[in-house]
């Protein structure tokens, strides 16, 4: 008989599984840093180091974390729906043109929380609409949404720079962005929150964005799993055919859930746009939309799963900086190397070791119900 | 300059630039028509520029460098079968996986062993492959109209650049009329019927990759080895997207895939040509839309206003035998 059938029970697939796929992934990392005649096990204690070991780089983290959480929560929507939604990167990127436009016409008028609501809305209808033609493209013509969605990250990344060098750019001024923002439309730091636990902030820009992030955790889970939206998705991520035989309008959903992830993806611009520079940059997703889907990945496309999944980048991004410092040898793209390596095989290998665990699950529960039998007679 | 000659100048760079394009995109079409999704040609030519570049470096042999380059593409597309042939796992989330680790693992070898950031040591000029001045292209020169023609476009392109106009007719010849071609294509469409004949599925796909590799490899190659002399950090830079665009483009056909190739290298050396200058009554182009226009009319065409881009009905979907 096949493995492939074999029903694992809950904390298997989801917990046991997983982690031994990330186990695996850290032990290649590992042996790439040792091929390149470095100490794995050194270079882990400054990776940790330095995203944990003082209270800004635990801010930087956490900062990071706030963006991932976002492009991770994007990936798995799109993903409960069977889309795997890979422009999450422009996505963002043309979101923050929405985050942006708001604090450019609301912060000479209005302190930072009646900013903050229009943002919200303003970078989630701009990546929502980044993110509508693929969808529509998906629904009504059949295109493959990974394919669109590529292309759309190459044209909104044009689009942005052209608006950035030739609109949006302070005339007189050489680098392409917008002015900067003034306090009514930056999003404050969470020092406060810090110094609860006795952390001083420092210059890391923690912000009020990592809050809209949990807000957002909440209602994904609400979406997906309380609402009959959220189980048509699902209905449809696991099986079209069934979906559309039972009812659950295709074009609709499909364009629906993508609008959501789009949206999802744009509000992480809040983060890197109006928590941290106050201004719109170029290239300020900065593969964020990618990590999304390695932090999807890994959280099994359930929110509590990708805030753990998003704090682990937080922590290769920020300890990445440290490390490369410490050891000049390693340089800062080896977070895209474990990243890399992350997504291989939590995401593309996650069967592997299938066959295995259910051969190891089988002897055991095997065994339990022989001696179950013995102590009945 | 008159215009005959800017136009020639700009069909030698065309030519250029489609290259590594038409390397990659026949590439895409052997894994594409086999149907397992090719999302990672962007790491593999990364990977395959690296490892010729390296190479070519440490043996000064080009040819030497080109085989590191085909070998380390062939061993990627080996990644990507055992996890989306042999373990079934998600073809597009194997590709995206394998395109960072090439993104990471240039960088941070090149910096552990070469510490210039990134980049690769200057290959010597000997371990390039340096053009080839066709005979008589001299002579030829001041000859009207296709003088130009015959000594800026015809010659004076490196080996791989004839090997690549090669390929075309040759990957037709493999898909159209060989046997290995004809059960490729059936595996693309509908892989229990050839499974049904006796035939391995999963040892054809893994044929398909392993061709692809191949195929990769020389544009990996001809970006490090032939185009420039080193490698540079992130240097496909979003080539291995355009050439997949090519290849839906083409409607994953090889003789079109050639000719959306050179569109889109066209329109590469187009933005370059024009980088400011003034059109008359629009003015400056802005060089972002050139960039943009190959994703553009690619999604155009999946839109289907420009006839319809039919996939391979299989393509995506991993095979399993009943159980």
Same mark, same amino acid.
């Given at each position: 008989m096949s493995t492939a059938s074999v029903p694992l029970p809950g904390w298997?697939?989801?917990?046991?599984?997983?982690?031994?796929?990330?186990?695996?992934?850290?032990?290649?990392?590992?042996?790439?840093?040792?091929?390149?005649?470095?100490n794995p096990f050194e270079a882990l204690k400054y990776l940790i180091d330095g995203a944990l070991g003082r209270g800004d780089a635990i801010g930087f983290t956490l900062f990071y974390a706030t963006s991932f959480i976002f492009t991770g929560l994007s990936v798995a929507v799109a993903f409960h729906a069977g889309l795997f939604n890979i422009g999450a990167e422009g996505q963002a990127y043309v979101g923050g043109l929405g985050a942006a436009l708001v604090a450019l016409a609301l912060d000479r008028y209005v302190p930072w929380y009646v900013t903050m609501p229009f943002a919200v809305i303003g970078a989630a209808v701009f990546g929502a609409a980044w993110a509508?033609?693929?969808?529509?493209?998906?629904?009504?013509?059949?295109?493959?949404?990974?394919?669109?969605?590529?292309?759309?990250?190459?044209?909104?990344?044009?689009?942005?720079?052209?608006?950035?060098?030739?609109?949006?750019?302070?005339?007189?001024?050489?680098?392409?962005?917008?002015r900067t923002f003034l306090p009514g439309g930056q999003l404050p730091k969470l020092d406060w929150?810090?110094?609860?636990?006795?952390?001083?902030?420092?210059?890391?820009?923690?912000? &009020?964005?990592?809050? =809209?992030?949990? *807000?957002?955790?909440?209602?994904?889970?609400? /979406? !997906?799993?309380?609402?009959?939206? %959220?189980?048509?998705?699902?209905?449809?991520?696991?099986?079209?055919?069934?979906? &559309?035989?039972?009812? =659950?309008?295709? *074009?609709?959903?499909?364009?629906?859930?993508? /609008? !959501?992830?789009?949206?999802?993806? %744009?509000?992480?611009?809040?983060?890197?746009?109006?928590?941290?520079?106050?201004?719109?940059?170029?290239?300020?997703?900065?593969?964020a939309g990618f990590v999304g889907i390695a932090v999807s990945l890994m959280g099994r496309s359930h929110p509590v799963g990708i805030i753990l999944a998003a704090l682990l980048f937080g922590i290769l991004y920020q300890g990445g900086g440290d490390l490369s410092f410490e050891m000049p040898n390693i340089t800062r793209d080896m977070i895209v190397v474990i990243q890399g390596l992350v997504i291989l095989f939590a995401g593309a290998l996650e069967y592997m070791l299938r066959p295995v665990m259910v051969r190891i699950y089988q002897q055991f529960a095997g065994r339990k119900s022989a001696s179950q039998k013995l102590a009945g007679t | 300059m008159d215009n005959y000659e800017i136009f020639v100048s700009m069909l030698g760079s065309t030519v250029r630039l489609s290259i590594p394009l038409i390397f990659t995109a026949l590439a895409g079409l052997f894994s594409e028509r086999a149907g397992i999704?090719?999302?990672?040609?962007?790491?593999?030519?990364?990977?395959?520029?690296?490892?010729?570049?390296?190479?070519?470096?440490?043996?000064?042999?080009?040819?030497?460098?080109?085989?590191?380059?085909?070998?380390?593409?062939?061993?990627?597309?080996?990644?990507?079968?055992?996890a989306s042939i042999t373990n079934r796992g998600n073809q597009i989330v194997s590709g995206v996986a394998l395109n960072f680790v090439a993104a990471g693992l240039t960088v941070v070898l090149g910096q552990a062993w070469f510490s210039q950031g990134g980049r690769t040591p200057q290959v010597p000029n000997g371990a390039r492959f340096d053009p080839i001045i066709l005979p008589g292209a001299e002579a030829m020169r001041h000859v009207?109209?296709?003088?130009?023609?015959?000594?800026?476009?015809?010659?004076?392109?490196?080996?791989?650049?004839?090997?690549?106009?090669?390929?075309?007719?040759?990957?037709?010849?493999?898909?159209?009329?060989?046997?290995?071609?004809?059960?490729?294509?059936?595996?693309?469409?509908?892989?229990?019927?050839?499974?049904?004949?006796?035939?391995?599925?999963?040892?054809?796909?893994?044929?398909?990759?392993?061709?692809?590799?191949?195929?990769?490899?020389?544009?990996?190659?001809?970006?490090?080895?032939?185009?420039?002399?080193?490698?540079?950090?992130?240097?496909?830079?979003g080539k291995g997207y355009i050439a997949l665009a090519a290849l839906i483009f083409a409607k994953w056909k090889p003789v079109p895939v050639m000719f959306a190739c050179l569109l889109f290298g066209f329109l590469d050396a187009f933005a370059n040509f024009m980088q400011g200058k003034q059109l008359p009554l629009v003015g400056e182009v802005p060089v972002q839309?050139?960039?943009?226009?190959?994703?553009?009319?690619?999604?155009?065409?999946?839109?289907?206003?420009?006839?319809?881009a039919r996939p391979p009905k299989a393509g995506g979907v991993p095979y399993t035998k009943e159980r």
């Open positions: 298997i697939s989801y917990g046991v599984i997983p982690l031994i796929n990330l186990v695996i992934a850290f032990f290649f990392s590992g042996l790439v840093v040792w091929l390149i005649g470095e509508f033609i693929p969808a529509w493209l998906q629904a009504k013509r059949g295109s493959h949404i990974v394919i669109t969605t590529i292309m759309f990250n190459f044209i909104g990344a044009a689009l942005m720079v052209y608006l950035l060098v030739h609109v949006l750019i302070v005339p007189g001024k050489m680098a392409p962005e917008t929150l810090m110094a609860i636990f006795g952390l001083k902030l420092g210059p890391a820009p923690f912000n &009020v964005s990592f809050i =809209i992030a949990l *807000v957002m955790c909440f209602l994904v889970w609400l /979406l !997906i799993w309380r609402t009959r939206f %959220g189980y048509e998705m699902r209905t449809l991520g696991i099986s079209p055919s069934a979906a &559309v035989y039972a009812g =659950i309008p295709y *074009v609709r959903t499909v364009i629906i859930a993508m /609008l !959501i992830s789009g949206g999802l993806a %744009g509000m992480m611009s809040l983060n890197a746009v109006m928590g941290a520079s106050a201004r719109l940059q170029v290239e300020f997703v900065g593969g | 999704f090719d999302i990672g040609l962007e790491g593999k030519m990364l990977a395959s520029a690296f490892a010729a570049a390296c190479v070519a470096y440490a043996t000064g042999n080009a040819w030497l460098g080109l085989l590191a380059g085909i070998g380390i593409s062939i061993l990627f597309g080996l990644i990507h079968g055992f009207p109209i296709i003088g130009p023609l015959y000594s800026q476009v015809i010659s004076g392109n490196n080996i791989l650049t004839y090997i690549a106009f090669l390929m075309v007719p040759l990957s037709w010849w493999v898909l159209y009329r060989t046997r290995f071609g004809l059960r490729l294509r059936a595996v693309g469409e509908n892989p229990g019927a050839v499974d049904t004949a006796g035939i391995s599925v999963t040892w054809l796909r893994y044929r398909a990759l392993i061709v692809a590799g191949f195929l990769c490899g020389f544009s990996g190659a001809y970006l490090a080895i032939a185009q420039s002399a080193a490698f540079i950090n992130n240097m496909s830079a839309i050139f960039q943009a226009l190959p994703y553009i009319l690619t999604c155009v065409l999946l839109a289907g206003f420009i006839g319809v």
